[in-house]
């Protein structure tokens, strides 16, 4: 029988406990045997899309498209929405081709771990001050020097490789330079957002980020995949590097008001002392901070296994990888939409709680996994899951932070994002050299399952919040 839940009125499905009222009436023909399979899916489905139904409309009503994507009325966040996008499938094509090239150069699970702990020095070193720079100058501005810098060290990369003396050192250092970059650009990117749209289509534009993320995750690791079978590495370097123009001329084209600093007399680390010391004085935006950091620790960090796990647990090649990395993107993507349609609703918390405790179980599964196909399909409910914390994460920190702090803050919450994911890729490097990486998937899938237990009992607070 056809579904459709704006056919059905709310009085008729009613959720108390576990107990559906009405289900028979639209899903189940008269008649039907009750002890077949059959009835039995048709009752669990039954369920699920009525609790969904119940979730919307006790939260506000069921979103329609204009919902999912208001922040698109914005003509800023439109050139941005689209230049990032374009840019970040650069991105992607070169981070899929550069852990598999240093791969193929070094054999050695140790030396992907280098890449992210390079990566992320300049990260630990410089995000605070970056944060401060981001709350004293113009975003845009100091988003056009990053992406401009970025662009410069895909097309060095791309010219070593077409040369044939590419070395992994020169992959390392270019990874330690391209970390300087980002140290500066997170702050003013993820802070920027609220330059772009009104505060009431904050939530919605956050998660319209995520959703072109991972669209990118989706299209540019397959794309290089495909690239680096038929031309090789260089060619996913140089696409990168064009596809930076189309964010520096998105950037260019946008109507930005002119917003009044405030004067400052302080020192600098006088000033980046009051954003760390308001982290640490809050208690959502500390405990927060510290689950992003968990979250690329053991989450993200082991993702940085995929080359090894393509290759050596699949039995694949870079295809396989390309595949892998897609695959949780689309599971990130359909979470992200699905966050943008929630994204007036006062449902963050929760689907924070529930992601928390979805992403190990699904990194458990995973670990045992030999066929590619499910392999794909646990890949994408991570991908889903790992987007509810993340994005969640993201949207109460800058609901909660104060405009004048908020460069600041940002600074020390991207400061402990990008460094726990660097070191988490250079632990899981480390301890899948030594132990094998299924043996990594079911250790970070333990820790993030216990720091999740920890979320439940000791920071409700975060699943209470709207």
């Not at 720079?133 to 990369?157: G, K, N, P, Y």
């Not at 990008?418 to 250790?443: D, E, V």
Request: aromatic residues 12%; positive net charge; charged residues 10%.
């Amino acid at each position: 029988m056809r579904f459709c839940l704006n056919d059905i009125p709310a009085e008729n499905i009613h959720i108390d406990g576990f107990i559906l009222y009405g289900w028979e009436i639209y899903f189940l023909s008269p008649g039907e045997n009750r002890n077949n399979h059959r009835f039995l899916k048709k009752l669990i489905c039954s369920v699920i899309m009525a609790a969904w139904y119940h979730l919307l409309t006790s939260s506000g009503g069921i979103p329609d498209l204009n919902e999912t994507f208001a922040a698109l009325k914005h003509y800023n966040y439109r050139l941005w929405f689209i230049g990032q996008m374009v840019s970040l499938m650069g991105t992607w094509m070169q981070s899929t081709a550069q852990g598999y090239l240093i791969y193929q150069l070094t054999k050695s699970t140790t030396y992907l771990g280098l890449i992210g702990f390079m990566g992320g020095v300049p990260i630990l070193l410089f995000s605070l001050y970056g944060g401060w720079v981001a709350d004293r100058i113009s975003r845009r501005t100091l988003l056009v020097v990053t992406q401009t810098s970025m662009m410069t060290l895909a097309f060095i990369l791309a010219a070593l490789d077409f040369a044939k003396i590419v070395q992994p050192w020169h992959i390392l250092v270019l990874a330690l330079l391209l970390g300087v970059a980002n140290a500066f650009d997170a702050p003013a990117r993820i802070s920027f957002v609220l330059e772009l749209v009104d505060r009431e289509d904050m939530n919605n534009a956050i998660a319209l980020n995520s959703t072109m993320y991972n669209t990118a995750t989706v299209v540019g690791p397959s794309v290089a995949g495909l690239t680096y079978a038929a031309f090789g590495a260089a060619w996913c370097f140089t696409i990168n590097g064009i596809s930076f123009i189309a964010v520096i001329a998105a950037l260019l084209l946008m109507h930005i008001k002119t917003q009044t600093q405030p004067v400052r007399r302080s020192p600098a680390m006088q000033e980046i002392a009051e954003g760390v010391h308001y982290v640490i004085s809050n208690p959502l935006v500390l405990s927060l901070t510290i689950s992003v950091g968990v979250v690329n620790l053991f989450g993200f960090g082991f993702l940085n296994l995929l080359p090894a796990w393509a290759t050596d647990v699949l039995h694949g090649d870079v295809t396989t990888n390309g595949l892998l990395v897609s695959a949780r993107g689309f599971g990130a993507l359909v979470s992200a939409l699905m966050l943008a349609s929630l994204g007036r609703q006062k449902l963050r918390g929760k689907l924070w709680m529930i992601g928390a405790l979805i992403t190990p179980v699904a990194l458990f599964i995973f670990a045992w996994i030999g066929w590619i196909p499910l392999s794909l399909g646990i890949l994408a409910v991570m991908g889903w899951s790992m987007m509810l914390v993340t994005n969640n994460n993201n949207s109460l920190v800058q609901a909660e932070v104060p405009d004048n702090l908020r460069g600041r803050v940002t600074g020390v919450y991207a400061m402990v994002m990008n460094s726990a994911y660097s070191l988490g890729m250079l632990l899981t490097g480390a301890i899948a050299q030594r132990c094998g990486a299924p043996a990594t998937a079911l250790f970070c899938a333990v820790i993030m399952f216990l720091f999740a237990l920890i979320s439940w009992v000791f920071f409700p607070y975060i699943r209470q919040h709207g």
